[in-house]
């Protein structure tokens, strides 16, 4: 019997996060630890009369490319998915792994490389996506390597996704619904303004928003959801940050990542962990030592770190910024192969103050 907790995680990628319609192409991309979501999200789809188009990957196909690819096996941009990025009115991306680390030991040039042939495909989804001709969503389904990661239990880690997700409620979608009209009054507020100060133990930030838009992530593009987030003027940033949870990125990790910018650009670059790992990364492109994204999060289910970026990002009382690409709804002119979120503590002795006046304290809106 499935359990019904897949079933309603089902209802909210397709009913709520990319609202399918009768003749919509949706892409939907996993590996086959996800097949009892994989099956209910192919029949929400068919119900909603919609042409579901699976996409299913296999454990270890990705470290035999990084080991055998040649330079110009490693620069072909996979022209499926990129077609289906480019054509198709949507997409579900199900994150499964069967193991987290398999890309650990690959060469970080190597790994350049691949991002920077797969850089079409994301560039689509973001410029399709500020249109609304695609949509698109990620989410997880719980395997024991997200487990292990999370240091849980397979079962303690299930509930733990599908209570952040919602997916338990007797109404999934309309909660979802309910979280977008809650932010809104977030959004409402930021727009039109142009400075932001950010400050806290971990951080002492000025940025611009001036012409920029904040978003309402409600649901629309990543399950869970719950931050409100913009894209910085990219010359903009100034001052130094300290993240405090690890940062993940293509299953390599960094601690104790410590910036400081100055007219938007990454000008110093320390890590506790990892630190030639990360300037390996910021060395990708020119668009990579800069912010495109700046987000507050807002998700209060969501209160351990799970070294899961999707639930990490979401922690209520933190913020995050994404080095690299940003999304061009928001205004966001930055383009990099990179978008690597990272990770800040708001939740004591903290402030955000937009144009001087205080909106946000200890981890809470004051709006």
Same mark, same amino acid.
């Given at each position: 019997m499935t359990d019904p907790r897949i079933r309603g995680l089902a209802q909210i990628l397709v009913q709520h996060s990319i609202r399918a319609k009768p003749g919509d192409r949706v892409l939907i991309e996993s590996e086959p630890a996800a097949a009892p979501l994989v099956?209910?999200?192919?029949?929400?789809?068919?119900?909603?009369?919609?042409?579901?188009?699976?996409?299913?990957?296999?454990?270890?196909?990705?470290?035999?490319?990084?080991?055998?690819?040649?330079d110009e096996q490693l620069a072909f941009t996979p022209p499926l998915r990129l077609h289906a990025y480019e054509n198709f009115e949507a997409r579900i991306l199900i994150h499964a792994a069967s193991n987290t680390r398999e890309l650990s030991e690959a060469d970080p040039a190597r790994l350049s490389q691949r991002r920077k042939a797969t850089q079409p495909i994301l560039e689509a989804q973001m410029r399709r996506g500020a249109t609304k001709e695609l949509a698109w969503v990620s989410t997880l389904?719980?395997?024991?390597?997200? %487990? &292990?990661?999370? =240091?849980?239990?397979? /079962? *303690?880690?299930?509930?733990?996704?599908?209570? !952040?997700?919602?997916?338990?409620?007797?109404?999934?979608?309309?909660?979802?619904?309910?979280?977008?009209?809650?932010?809104?009054?977030?959004?409402?507020?930021?727009?039109?303004?142009?400075?932001i100060q950010v400050r806290s133990?971990?951080?002492?930030?000025?940025?611009?928003?001036?012409?920029?838009?904040?978003?309402?992530?409600?649901?629309?593009?990543?399950?869970?959801?719950?931050?409100?987030?913009?894209?910085?003027?990219?010359?903009?940033?100034?001052?130094?940050?300290?993240?405090?949870?690890?940062?993940?990125?293509?299953?390599?990790? %960094? &601690?104790?990542? =410590?910036?400081?910018? /100055? *007219?938007?650009?990454?000008?110093?670059?320390? !890590?506790?962990?990892?630190?030639?790992?990360?300037?390996?990364?910021?060395?990708?492109?020119?668009?990579?030592?800069?912010?495109?994204?700046?987000?507050?999060?807002?998700n209060s289910g969501i209160q351990r770190f799970t070294r899961?970026?999707?639930?990490?990002?979401?922690?209520g009382g933190t913020l995050h910024m994404a080095l690299g690409a940003g999304y061009p709804d928001t205004g966001s002119q930055n383009r990099s192969a990179v978008h690597w979120d990272m990770i800040c503590d708001m939740r004591s002795d903290s402030e955000i103050r937009v144009d001087g006046e205080l909106v946000y304290q200890n981890g809470s809106f004051l709006i």
């Open positions: 099956q209910e999200v192919y029949a929400e789809i068919l119900r909603a009369g919609g042409h579901p188009q699976p996409y299913l990957g296999l454990p270890g196909l990705d470290v035999l490319h990084q080991k055998l690819a040649s389904f719980p395997t024991d390597s997200f %487990a &292990q990661d999370a =240091e849980m239990s397979l /079962e *303690d880690y299930e509930d733990f996704v599908y209570q !952040a997700c919602h997916a338990d409620d007797e109404d999934p979608v309309g909660y979802w619904r309910g979280v977008e009209k809650r932010q809104d009054a977030i959004v409402e507020a930021l727009n039109g303004h142009d400075r133990p971990s951080c002492e930030l000025e940025l611009s928003i001036a012409g920029r838009t904040f978003i309402n992530a409600g649901g629309e593009h990543n399950m869970p959801d719950g931050e409100v987030f913009t894209g910085p003027v990219e010359d903009s940033m100034q001052g130094w940050i300290r993240f405090d949870f690890p940062a993940i990125w293509n299953g390599r990790e %960094a &601690q104790g990542i =410590e910036l400081r910018f /100055e *007219d938007g650009k990454v000008v110093e670059a320390s !890590a506790d962990k990892g630190e030639g790992f990360l300037l390996d990364v910021l060395e990708t492109d020119p668009g990579a030592r800069y912010v495109g994204e700046f987000a507050v999060d807002t899961r970026i999707l639930f990490d990002e979401k922690i």
